[in-house]
């Protein structure tokens, strides 16, 4: 487990108000509040009278958690909120990773302080009153139970040595896949599977199932063989016993790939995959294995028809030029979620994604200039820009936001400092029909659903470098 330090008030960026020392102080149950306090108003509604623009602004009270990406809370990190009409209130975090304060005027936008491994990390345009802010940063490797080897004989039927065995293992909180030739002859061939585990410790009493795949290099048949309830013991090796895979029956013919066969993109570079998920478990890091991929905007494949396998395809396409000029990267992927063997074709519609405004790629920027700006996704989507700092080495922030800049302006009211001259680069991810409260919901499925390969989702992303100037 990571350990978390939580001695003494962090300072923000540059200044932090003097009513931080009370809430580095507080202990125990009592979750740390902050009191406003004034900064300018980001935008001015001169027609409104003071009596009105009260009457119209929602208030709510928030109440949030300051974790990692493994669910480990941080204490002691400094998070700062600035409201719609400019209150600005800052709090640190308790030993649970605990924050609130009260009557915040939304939409409001908020940051966390950077940490020894993480940038500072800003949500802008928050609604939601219980924000769970998400901070992927560890204290040296993550710890994990010591992978298990699983050992299972093979007999494979005899389809000769164009033949392949896939063993997969599952668990609710592991994987391992492994896939070999078959060989020559009858006899019984010994394959071993590392079956890793996600996280830091396992379930209680997790038990791994085991399925064996044999086909052919065309396809054409399939044999299937499955071991259940195989004891979980990490650092160990345990011999399963010898299996015969039987016969199982296959699809026809299956279409998988780009809508269009991805003229759109024409001179991008495509990979189609297919993976089959054999878990049987609906969840957002089900196990899986490629089946078949190929270097291409679609392909066609017949599936084997095994009771409660599911099929998921993913369709990708890189930029021409990516990781040829410098830092530039451009790349779009979308996937299908888990579908029944028994639905198909399978298409997939890519769309290339936002286009940069400012900076342009290679251009300049300037620290008193208005901020950055992509064009916008034809459908409402979750933005997280992350900006780098190439010349000094490190992220400077991190934003995630449902518009499509990041004006500095805000930045500033946040207390983020201005950026040093020289070399960055601006790295813009896009998750459309992705909320920017769902990526601080604290229900993690909500919080992580971008990720969540077992339903429909795409991703876009663009990595430009560019030159701070003054």
Avoid at 76 to 100: H, K, L, N, W
Wanted: charged share 20%.
């Amino acid at each position: 487990m990571r350990r978390l330090v939580a001695a003494g008030c962090q300072a923000l960026f540059v200044v932090l108000s003097v009513g931080l020392s009370a809430a580095c102080g507080s202990e125990g149950g009592q979750v740390p509040r902050a009191a406003p306090t004034e900064t300018p108003p980001r935008v001015a509604v001169p027609e409104e009278t003071p009596a009105e623009r009260e009457a119209v602004v929602e208030r709510v009270d928030v109440s949030g958690w300051v974790a990692t990406d493994l669910d480990e809370p941080i204490g002691g990190r400094t998070v700062r909120i600035v409201d719609a009409r400019g209150a600005r209130y800052d709090v640190v975090t308790d030993g649970r990773g605990r924050f609130a304060t009260g009557e915040v005027a939304v939409p409001y936008d908020l940051v966390v302080a950077p940490g020894a491994s993480s940038p500072a990390t800003v949500h802008l345009g928050l609604l939601r009153p219980d924000p769970y802010i998400e901070i992927f940063e560890r204290d040296g490797p993550t710890p994990s139970p010591a992978r298990q080897t699983i050992r299972v004989g093979v007999r494979a039927p005899g389809c000769g040595a164009s033949c392949r065995v896939t063993v997969v293992t599952t668990s609710p909180s592991g994987a391992g896949t492994t896939t070999v030739p078959c060989g020559k002859g009858d006899g019984v061939l010994v394959v071993d599977v590392a079956h890793g585990w996600r996280g830091l410790a396992l379930q209680p009493d997790e038990l791994i199932d085991v399925h064996v795949l044999v086909d052919d290099a065309s396809n054409a048949s399939f044999a299937y063989a499955r071991i259940d309830g195989v004891a979980s013991a990490p650092g160990d090796t345990l011999d399963v016993g010898v299996v015969a895979p039987e016969p199982v029956p296959a699809t026809d013919a299956v279409d998988i790939g780009a809508k269009g066969g991805g003229e759109a993109l024409v001179d991008w570079s495509w990979t189609t995959s297919v993976a089959l998920d054999v878990s049987g478990a609906r969840a957002s890091q089900a196990p899986g294995f490629v089946f078949a991929a190929a270097p291409a905007a679609s392909m066609t494949i017949r599936l084997p028809l095994i009771p409660r396998v599911e099929v998921r395809a993913t369709v990708s396409a890189r930029h021409p030029q990516s990781d040829a000029r410098g830092a530039f990267h451009r790349s779009t992927e979308v996937w299908s979620g888990a579908r029944p063997l028994s639905v198909h074709p399978i298409a997939l519609e890519l769309a290339a994604g936002p286009e940069m405004v400012r900076p342009e790629t290679g251009g300049s920027f300037s620290q008193r200039g208005l901020g950055f700006e992509w064009s916008a996704m034809d459908v409402g989507a979750l933005y997280t820009l992350t900006v780098v700092d190439t010349a000094r080495g490190g992220a400077r922030f991190r934003v995630l936001t449902a518009e499509h800049e990041v004006p500095l302006g805000r930045l500033a009211q946040l207390g983020l400092p201005k950026l040093d001259l020289g070399d960055h680069i601006a790295d813009l991810s896009a998750s459309p029909r992705v909320e920017v409260a769902d990526a601080a919901s604290p229900d993690p499925a909500v919080r992580r659903q971008r990720q969540d390969r077992t339903r429909p989702g795409v991703t876009t992303r663009l990595r430009i470098p560019f030159q701070v100037t003054r």
